[in-house]
């Protein structure tokens, strides 16, 4: 079954450090990919996305990502982490070939920012 | 051009009764897809609506839910009967018409609590 993992459910970390947060997907073509996150009783917001091309793919806020085939990752990161961004963070996968319906999401990351 | 529009963004439901939840597609966008998203889980894609037509409902419960989006006015997500496993918060999102690169953008949710 196609399938999104994230495997971090929480993640603490310092303010002015860095982050990455984990993605991985199951599928054998290259899906697209997507990034969201979402404030405490907010909508998602979308941070970045992946189709094609150079795979590495800068966001909004600071954030990149990097796709990689040969892992099935789409790994979140941002080198030096505000107060703000504390959050829950979901990866999303397109399977539906490009469509762009169907999204599959992940469980979500929570991410806490100490000061 | 205002974003996705949901409401009531908070709803309470004694079990057995109705819950509508309305959605206002960003203006020029004519694809709805409606999510739930359970406690502690990632969103689960629901439904895939165009005007006055459902695409996709193979993420919908069959039965107690339906969904539609008229020709004028939002999308309708209907629950008849509630019950308590339909506790969750069900997001909204809209893309215009196009394919391969748009995006959904997402609403800020309806959080639906059954007594």
């Known amino acids: 079954a196609q399938s999104v993992t994230q495997p971090d459910i929480h993640i603490t970390v310092s303010e002015g450090a860095s982050l990455e947060l984990r993605c991985n997907y199951s599928?054998?073509?290259?899906?697209?990919l997507f990034w969201y996150v979402q404030s405490p009783g907010q909508g998602l917001q979308l941070l970045l996305k992946?189709?094609?091309?150079?795979?590495l793919v800068q966001g909004i806020k600071g954030f990149e990502a990097e796709f990689k085939r040969s892992q099935s990752s789409f790994n979140l990161r941002k080198p030096s982490v505000h107060w703000s961004d504390a959050a829950e963070y979901f990866c999303?996968?397109?399977?539906?070939?490009?469509?762009?319906?169907?999204?599959?999401f992940g469980k979500g990351t929570l991410l806490t920012v100490n000061p | 051009n205002a974003g996705v529009m949901q409401n009531p963004r908070h709803l309470v439901r004694r079990r057995g009764q109705e819950a509508r939840l309305r959605c206002s597609p960003m203006?020029?966008?004519?694809?709805v897809y409606w999510y739930r998203q359970l406690p502690e889980e990632g969103l689960k894609f629901m439904v895939y609506?165009?005007?006055?037509?459902?695409?996709?409902e193979s993420g919908m419960p069959k039965e107690r839910f339906s969904a539609e989006f008229p020709k004028e006015g939002p999308s309708i997500l209907r629950i008849q009967q509630v019950v308590r496993g339909d506790s969750a918060a069900y997001f909204c999102?809209?893309?215009?018409?196009?394919?391969?690169?748009?995006?959904?953008?997402f609403g800020p949710g309806t959080r639906l609590l059954v007594l």
């Open positions: 992946y189709f094609s091309g150079d795979t």
């Open positions: 609506l165009q005007k006055e037509n459902i695409i996709d």
């Open positions: 203006k020029g966008h004519s694809h």
């Open positions: 999102a809209s893309s215009p018409p196009g394919q391969l690169s748009e995006t959904q953008y």
């Open positions: 999303a996968v397109d399977y539906s070939g490009g469509s762009n319906y169907k999204l599959t």
């Open positions: 599928y054998g073509a290259t899906p697209y």
